[in-house]
């Protein structure tokens, strides 16, 4: 029989109308002899009331506290799911990631999916057609309840399908990956093809529209994603292997990120027992720190670097601890800056990339702080108040 993992996003689920709709879109499939996993998100905001709900009562919840509590959205979203689609005479199962056997390592907020148990899903396709599962869940070798980090249903899904050998379906509310955020530049082009190391240089770069997680484990199992829009016609998106192309371009798409924040820290000398207490303190708490710059002149240290802003709680805490210690540290948190990027693997080849994108931004006045490279991709920090109008330019420019 044929298997296939689809999941939908949040917005997707958005209402019982919408749940109703996929229940007879997948009961169709089935009846086509197909034999599905269906992995879903929370219910449209469910995940962020949640976290708000969180925030009222205080600003550093017990993390296993709050895994625990997120994961009642997704778990909603799939009894919904099952209960109208067994009302609809589909033989269907709903599982959480613990009863669908999705083992996890790491952080709980951010765990990483270790292994999934299919034997479990081979005995249950006895019984069952449909076997839904919560998107963005797991548990741990304590047996402690995880999630795999913001938007991390698709790398549920993507590790099943990974798991089951299957290619991943990806249903969103826009019709596939395009140059870039179409609610951001409405004439952006949407992309047939993007290879795994594109759309993971996009994801990771802001791209929202798939977790760079998702796409790494692709990448290494080989599963092809298709993203399309949810009960569309409209074509899609397929991520998968280099293409070759006859005509490269150099650059694909423009991703922004608005979730970050730029964190600064001067010391009058530099002092390396600090820098490594600093680096020590970001590896326990497991912040991702990005954009690294540092200086060191007869002023002393300067150390700047962005990271997500999901952490600043996190970098705090490191702050007023290391403050003990070093009493005239200074460190300064700002969010008022994006980080801009270009991303294309035919920059390998064609060069002159970086020239364009300066020259754009200086032409249009767009001051910017930081930049850094990669092979693919070139990252600007500039304004936030700049952000949308540099993509714009941008996407102009390259004709994307
Ligand atoms: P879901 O809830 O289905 O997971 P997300 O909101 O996580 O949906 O991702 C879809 C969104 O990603 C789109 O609504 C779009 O605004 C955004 N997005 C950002 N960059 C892109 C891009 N390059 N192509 C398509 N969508 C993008
Ligand atoms: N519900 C979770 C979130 O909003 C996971 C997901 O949607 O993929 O981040
Ligand atoms: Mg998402």
Known sequence: MKRNV??????????????????????????????????????????????ANVSSITQSPNEQDLAVLLTTGEQQAISYLSIILNDLGVKSKPLTGYQAGIETVGHHLKSKISKINTKLFEQLFVTYDVLIVAGFQGFNTENEITTL??????????????????????????????????????????????????????????????????????KNYNIPIYIG????????????????????????????????????????????????????????????????SQITNNEGLQLSFTMKDTEEHQIQKIFFHLKQYYPELYFKIENQFVKVSVIGSGMRDITGVASKVFRTLIESDIPFYQVTTSEISISYVVNVENGDKAVQLLCERFEL
């Open 229 to 292: 829009k949810t009960l569309s016609e409209e074509k899609g998106t397929w991520v998968m292997s280099t293409i070759e192309m006859l005509e490269k371009k150099a650059v694909t798409g423009v991703a922004i990120d608005k979730d970050m924040i730029h964190v600064t820290l001067n010391y009058p000398e530099y002092d390396t027992h600090l820098l490594d207490e600093l680096f020590i303190n970001l590896e326990q708490e497991e912040v991702n720190v990005d954009m690294i």
């Open 6 to 51: 689809l999941k939908f996003g949040g917005t997707s689920v958005g209402s019982f109308e919408k749940i109703k709709n996929i229940a007879c879109y997948l009961k169709d499939r089935v009846e086509e002899g197909e034999q599905l996993v269906v992995v879903v998100s929370a219910m449209g905001k469910t995940t962020d009331e949640l976290l």
């Open 149 to 218: 980090g913001r938007g991390g249903s698709d790398t549920t899904a993507v590790a099943l399908a990974a798991a089951h050998g299957c290619p991943c379906e990806i249903y969103t509310d826009v019709a596939g990956v395009y140059s870039t955020d179409p609610r951001l530049f409405p004439k952006a082009k949407r992309l047939q093809v993007v290879s795994y190391e594109e759309m993971m240089e996009m994801s990771a770069l802001g791209s929202g529209v798939l977790v760079s997680r998702s796409v790494e484990i692709a």
